[in-house]
């Protein structure tokens, strides 16, 4: 099985036990409409793409269905998004992938919800809260104030449940596994760290980070600075450097672009 249908099997069977949510669509499959050659040549030549992901779609999955799309194999991604977050994914076609590294160095903005309250061994809703504590004594101050040691050049721990490598498999994996993987800390930039608004036990925030920041694990390490524990709810990417997510196409939009004989 692919790891998009992996993928898609694994979530809609967690939300038929668990009955966290409503069945997820899978990506509507169209036609392949030929594009012209002309248009293939300029994304051969090179694009800069800002895609916003759907929720429940992998980097991958955008990736694919662009590739499939303009008919040509050099396209890739500057940063995973994880399928539970949406925003902005920046992909490159043609030559333009080597600036791919460029793009993923680049300054990141985030906006989403923490859960307190509770942890989930993937530091997100992919998997189901456990360790649950009281929430109602922690007061808007603590929140506010909890934010400050996250501010500046700080380390962080990845998740196990994450696509980093250790001698080659993923972390995922292992985790998947059983296996006892020591994980080290990393050094990251945390530019700002903002709580937006208070719904307990909903924390709305907004993070301005460097590459290489895990928002799971910043919910996480929320929690457990808070000693209710954390984890992340909701996530969209906003910005990468200058490029704005409101300035980014919908796949759906940048597909009827090609359908109708634009650009896309």
């Known amino acids: 099985m692919s790891k998009k249908g992996s993928y898609w099997a694994k979530h809609q069977e967690k939300l038929q036990e668990d009955g966290t949510g409503e069945l997820a669509a899978r990506p509507e499959k169209k036609a392949h409409v030929p594009i ?133 498999v993923a972390l995922y994996e292992l985790a998947r596994r059983g296996v006892d993987v020591e994980i080290k800390a990393r050094n990251i930039i945390v530019k700002a760290f903002e709580i937006t608004s208070i719904e307990m036990p909903l924390i709305h925030f907004k993070v301005v980070c460097s590459t290489g920041t895990y928002i799971r694990s910043l919910a996480h390490d929320f929690g457990a600075k808070l000693g209710c524990g954390a984890y992340l709810s909701e996530l969209r990417r906003t910005r990468i450097g200058e490029h704005l997510v409101e300035n980014a196409q919908g796949i759906e939009e940048f597909l009827l672009g090609l359908r109708e004989g634009g650009e896309g």
Not at 135 to 162: C, M, N, R, W
């Open 36 to 168: 012209s050659e002309e248009l293939k040549l300029q994304f051969e030549t090179g694009r800069v793409l800002l895609i916003d992901k759907p929720l429940h779609w992998t980097s991958f999955d955008a990736v694919r269905k662009i590739r499939n799309a303009i008919r040509i194999k050099k396209v890739g991604h500057a940063g995973t998004l994880d399928p539970l977050a949406t925003g902005l994914l920046i992909i490159c076609t043609g030559k333009f992938t080597k600036k791919i590294n460029d793009y993923m160095a680049q300054e990141k903005e985030y906006t989403g919800s923490f859960t307190l309250g509770a942890v989930t061994p993937t530091y997100d809703k992919e998997s189901t809260p456990v360790d649950f504590k009281e929430t109602k004594d922690i007061s808007a101050e603590q929140l506010h104030a909890a934010t400050a040691g996250f501010i500046g050049e700080i380390q962080q721990v990845p998740p196990i449940y994450s696509a980093i490598k250790k001698e080659g």
